[in-house]
């Protein structure tokens, strides 16, 4: 009788461990309910505005350096009138026509169409030194070979001087670029998210626009204290949505769970700080692993909402105001 229960038993067992199997065998794809919609696509009738470089910008900063990038000046961009600006890190990721960002596409359609003001878009990469390969959707995004992670993920201000002191002067030479830091925005996806709220929240006088998709608000190189900075200083006018997904990176490190890890315990952290001290804040939560599925999927509502702020008219006589957003000079 014993032998016959622990049969039981072992089949019972044997049975529910092959059906976990099974059940993790067909589990979703966290990924696979995000889609570009038709703010990302090119439409016909839409100016399309230009892409311009690649240029390259040596850096002081980090000595032995250098930064590519390339600069979008939408159709209706006016060099009398002061231009909108977005800061793209991880440049070549966002304005990849294959990809799922489609930065100039989005800035095309929502320019057009009023719901953004008319901007400038610069894509910049990780610095590299000029024997090291340039990320590229076919080379990877620069981990190991160039230096994204200690520029992106180390919590101090040399990113931010990155921009501000050796960028910034450079777009100045040939752009009419606001200097309203309200009219600045800058963004990007893991590393490239917690660089871009870092220059914001170094340079608060320069950008105060952020756009974060999963961002590595983690222990790479100590990104994780930032919760506590936002508690323990003074407010800075800074706007920030937040993006990432419930199968984000979870905080496994040598077969072990680190919370200081887990990309989105940390981007809870995050959202929970900027709340509580009242910033400009909203966030999204999807289902996504660790990448731009839903992050690009959401991407035209991420700008409409950090640039929800523009001029309106409401003189029911302007048919400026009532038109789209045609080109310069038209």
């Known amino acids: 009788?014993?032998?016959?229960?622990?049969?039981?038993?072992?089949?019972?067992?044997?049975?529910?461990?092959?059906?976990?199997?099974?059940?993790?065998?067909?589990?979703?794809?966290?990924?696979?309910?995000?889609?570009?919609?038709?703010?990302?696509?090119?439409?016909?009738?839409?100016?399309?505005?230009?892409?311009?470089?690649?240029?390259?910008?040596?850096?002081?900063?980090?000595?032995?350096?250098?930064?590519?990038?390339?600069?979008?000046?939408?159709?209706?961009?006016?060099?009398?009138?002061?231009?909108?600006?977005?800061?793209?890190?991880?440049?070549?990721?966002?304005?990849?026509?294959?990809?799922?960002?489609?930065?100039?596409?989005?800035m095309d359609n929502l320019i057009y169409r009023r719901e953004i003001p008319v901007m400038l878009g610069v894509f910049i990469n990780p610095g590299r030194t000029p024997e090291q390969k340039e990320p590229s959707p076919q080379n990877g995004w620069g981990d190991g070979f160039t230096n994204r992670g200690i520029e992106y993920n180390t919590p101090d201000d040399k990113y931010a001087r990155v921009i501000t002191e050796e960028l910034m002067p450079e777009l100045d030479k040939d752009y009419n670029i606001s200097k309203d830091p309200n009219m600045r925005g800058i963004g990007g996806s893991s590393s490239g998210a917690i660089a871009a709220f870092m220059v914001a929240w170094e340079r608060p006088n320069a950008f105060r626009k952020v756009l974060s998709n999963v961002g590595s608000f983690t222990n790479i190189h100590g990104g994780d204290i930032y919760p506590e900075r936002i508690l323990q200083s003074k407010k800075k006018p800074i706007r920030i949505y937040l993006c990432d997904g419930r199968n984000d990176l979870r905080g496994v490190r040598n077969g072990k769970y680190d919370q200081r890890w887990d990309w989105f315990y940390q981007n809870v952290r995050m959202k929970d700080a900027l709340e509580k001290k009242g910033y400009d804040m909203t966030y999204a939560w999807g289902m996504n692993n660790h990448g731009q599925r839903f992050g690009g999927a959401i991407f035209p509502d991420m700008m409409r909402w950090l640039w929800r702020d523009g001029p309106v008219s409401t003189d029911p006589n302007d048919m400026i105001e009532r038109d789209f957003r045609q080109p310069a000079g038209r």
């Not at 067992?13 to 696509?41: E, F, H, V």
């Not at 800061?87 to 990721?93: E, K, L, T």
């Open 1 to 106: 009788m014993r032998k016959f229960v622990a049969y039981i038993l072992c089949a019972l067992l044997g049975a529910t461990s092959m059906l976990a199997i099974s059940r993790n065998q067909q589990r979703a794809n966290p990924d696979s309910q995000y889609r570009l919609g038709p703010d990302s696509m090119v439409h016909d009738g839409v100016p399309k505005g230009e892409i311009k470089g690649p240029f390259v910008v040596k850096s002081n900063v980090y000595p032995g350096t250098q930064h590519t990038y390339w600069v979008y000046v939408p159709a209706q961009y006016d060099p009398k009138i002061p231009a909108a600006l977005m800061v793209y890190q991880d440049g070549q990721a966002f304005k990849d026509e294959n990809a799922d960002m489609r930065a100039q596409n989005v």
